[in-house]
């Protein structure tokens, strides 16, 4: 190939280039049976090429074959000027050496040529047609699209391209491993290629945001941009791009990656496939949040959202802090209802250095500042709602469940009452008496009372009054929250539906049973399903409503025992009662499993101070957030943040505190489960376990 240097050296190269092309012309001659050129380039007179076709000015029809691969030149064609030949380039190509531009010497790479004029890719090769031509005094060299040409002076033969067909590239392996780039396809512009990341893998080093230098990690670039997780892995696609004057570095899902200055080749991220990694179990409960669940960046877990829920607290929007409430965010989100709940799938994340607050779908989020790890939403399955039971009675309203948009609650209205306040028409403010709207519509009388179903929905911001069926009921201005009407039964089973309410009456199946005044004995709770309970002392809230007689209610509802006592009978599987008084807490009402264990979970309470704790201001660590007593007989669980206790007949108390859960036994054994340290111990009376 021609060198620089001084005029001896190159003269000498010239000499070596034209004696060896020379004789293998005249080879190529001889094997024909034909006498060399004469020096004017022009033949003495008709001859035949190894094609057969009379050779004058030699125009063929179509393009002769003339190589194939990336170092095929034109040096044995130089008799056959103004014929052309056509070349094949193989896909992922090496280039060769070229001389020339637009114009080559005989010598030059064809392939590598047309790349130079952009025709063809060195990744995706293709078909180039030449027409040779005689020698020049000289050959300008340039360089382009990734390939640079030498000049050189004068040559006895050369070629041009004609066409190009290029062919485009497949996918092709790259290969496999947290470590592996891109810098060995760097020559293969546009070209893709397809790595494998495994699953669990190692962060390596990265340069660049979008764009990066092709000696980065591409499964960790593929991380940065959120196409997969390290616990995950998957595949991703590369675009191989040229190199760039400046990289800039960035922050993201948890990878920082570098600023850099001039770099000779890149890539660029156009694809991933994420493999999904095991989604394990995260729990039962609106106050359930992920800061308990082990696992790293991109560990996945599914937190089941009962129904009827209320939300502990939530930090963030779209990324949350990992103790916030997870049924909270999904309902931020709108992912699922307060009132029908359902399951969640989180995706851990790496902390952040804020965290952003909202309002949306009737939950608030708060802002906070730095904090350790996060996690997002990935999927939820939203349970389709079920009817609760609103209450009994003519003073009975809807304002306990104004939270719950789109839910359904079931109201007692027993016969002969008096009715109370209603405001509106048709659609009624949340506050107006359920049974009294039920009058007016027609759906029931005074005399008969019944059943009716009513559905939460937003406020108005005006409500009309009418009379109609003896009952007035006011207009009136803004109110936060509604109720419409959707179906009733009277005593003789006749179902109406309410004039106006603008939804047709539910009919599919029967109605709940009336919960008339209960009274002594309670209809024996239905293991699974439902509890029996009644107020031992005190106030006790049933899902908002005062408890004032005993009666049945379904599992997952919300009992508030702060300023009261309830005494709670449940039954096993095969029909075995249980009975035990709880008090001075808030929880939810559970039984899960063949064993029909009762479940009591804690909720409420406010944790912001442990919050503040963590950040090193704010009350000590041993603050009180919430507890709850129990006394009884039979299998009972209550289930804090942190621990759970199990027992089958004993006085015992569970206190959730900014430092942990604490377990403490009066009387009786019980046995934790602590959810921290992932053990099970045994405390017996006068002794206590914290997590």
């Given amino acids: 190939m021609p060198l620089s240097g001084s005029s001896d050296f190159r003269c000498n190269t010239f000499r070596v280039r ?4 020379f004789l293998l012309v005249f080879a190529a001659f001889l ?15 008709p001859t035949v090429n190894v094609l057969g076709h009379a050779a004058g000015r030699l125009l063929a029809v179509g393009a002769e074959p003339g190589g194939t691969g990336w170092e095929a030149d034109a040096s044995a064609l130089g008799a056959f000027h103004n014929q052309q030949f056509a070349y094949i380039c193989p896909a992922y190509g090496s280039a060769g050496t070229v001389w020339g531009t637009g114009v080559y010497t005989y010598d030059s790479s064809v392939c590598t040529a047309a790349v130079l004029e952009g025709r063809i890719t060195l990744a995706g090769g293709g078909k180039v047609v030449i027409d040779v031509l005689p020698g020049r005094s000289s050959y300008q060299g340039s360089t382009r699209n990734g390939i640079t040409s030498n000049s050189f002076g004068s040559y006895f033969g050369s070629f041009t391209l004609v066409s190009a067909s290029a062919a485009t590239a497949g996918v092709a392996d790259g290969g496999t491993g947290w470590d592996a780039n891109s810098t060995a396809y760097a020559s293969f512009i546009s070209a893709q290629f397809v790595f494998g990341c495994p699953a669990n893998g190692t962060a390596g080093t990265v340069s660049g945001s979008g764009v990066y230098t092709d000696d980065s990690s591409i499964c960790t670039a593929a991380v940065k941009e959120g196409r997969i ?28 990656s570098s600023a850099y200055g001039v770099w000779p080749g890149s890539f660029s991220i156009v694809a991933a496939s994420r493999t999904g990694p095991a989604v394990d179990p995260g729990g ?19 937190v089941d959202c009962p129904s009827f829920g209320s939300p502990t607290e939530v930090w963030g929007t779209g990324v949350y802090t990992d103790d916030s409430s997870v049924c909270g965010a999904a309902a931020l989100e709108g992912r699922i209802s307060l009132a029908a709940g359902g399951a969640v799938t989180i995706e851990i994340r790496p902390g952040q250095s804020s965290y952003r607050g909202s309002t949306a779908n009737g939950v608030t989020s708060l802002s906070y500042g730095s904090w350790p790890r996060s996690f997002v939403l990935v999927a939820a399955s939203p349970a389709s709602g079920e009817t609760g039971e609103g209450g009994t009675g003519w003073d009975a309203s809807a304002t306990a469940y104004v939270g719950f948009l789109g839910a359904r609650f079931v109201f007692g209205c027993p016969a002969a009452g008096t009715p109370g306040a209603v405001w509106g028409t048709g659609v009624y403010t949340s506050d107006s008496s359920v049974c009294s709207a039920a009058l007016q519509a027609g759906l029931i ?49 006749v179902v109406g539906a309410p004039a106006g309410a603008g939804t047709a009456p539910t009919l599919g199946a029967p109605p709940p049973a009336p919960i008339a005044a209960l009274s002594p004995p309670l209809p024996q709770p239905v293991g699974g399903t439902s509890v029996d309970v009644k107020t031992f002392h005190g106030t006790v809230l049933v899902n908002g409503r005062p408890l004032t007689a005993g009666e049945r209610i379904r599992l997952g509802a919300t009992v508030n025992a702060a300023k009261g006592t309830i005494t709670m009978t449940s039954a096993s599987p095969t029909g075995t009662l249980q009975t035990a008084n709880f008090a001075a807490g808030t929880f939810k009402v559970l039984q899960k499993g063949r064993k029909g264990i009762t479940e009591l979970t804690l909720i409420g309470g406010d944790f912001t101070s442990c919050k503040r704790t963590t950040a090193g201001v704010g009350p000590t660590k041993t603050v009180i957030v919430r507890a709850l007593w129990g006394n009884g007989k039979g299998q009972f669980t209550t289930n804090g943040r942190y621990a759970a206790a199990t027992v089958r007949g004993t006085i015992w108390l569970t206190e959730d505190r900014c430092d942990g859960t604490l377990i403490l036994v009066k009387r009786g054994t019980v046995t934790v489960v602590d959810h921290v340290h992932h053990r099970t111990v045994t405390v017996t009376a006068g002794h206590s376990y914290l997590t």
């Fill in 18 to 21: 034209v004696l060896r092309r």
């Fill in 445 to 493: 009388t005074l005399a008969r009372g019944g059943i009716v179903t009513a559905e939460i929905r937003p406020g108005q911001s005006a409500y009309l009054g009418s009379t109609r069926n003896g009952v007035t009921s006011e207009s009136f201005g803004a109110w936060p929250q509604s109720y419409v009407l959707l179906a009733a039964l009277t005593t003789p089973g």
């Fill in 229 to 256: 997780t390290l616990a995950g892995g998957g595949t991703v696609t590369v675009e191989i791009r040229p190199g760039q004057d400046s990289y800039v570095g960035s922050t993201s899902n948890g990878i920082t």
């Fill in 31 to 45: 094997a024909l049976g034909v006498g060399p050129p004469v020096a004017s380039g022009r033949r003495t007179g």
């Fill in 284 to 302: 039962t409960g609106w106050d359930v949040g992920a800061g308990l669940l082990s696992g790293g960046a991109g560990a996945r877990f599914v």
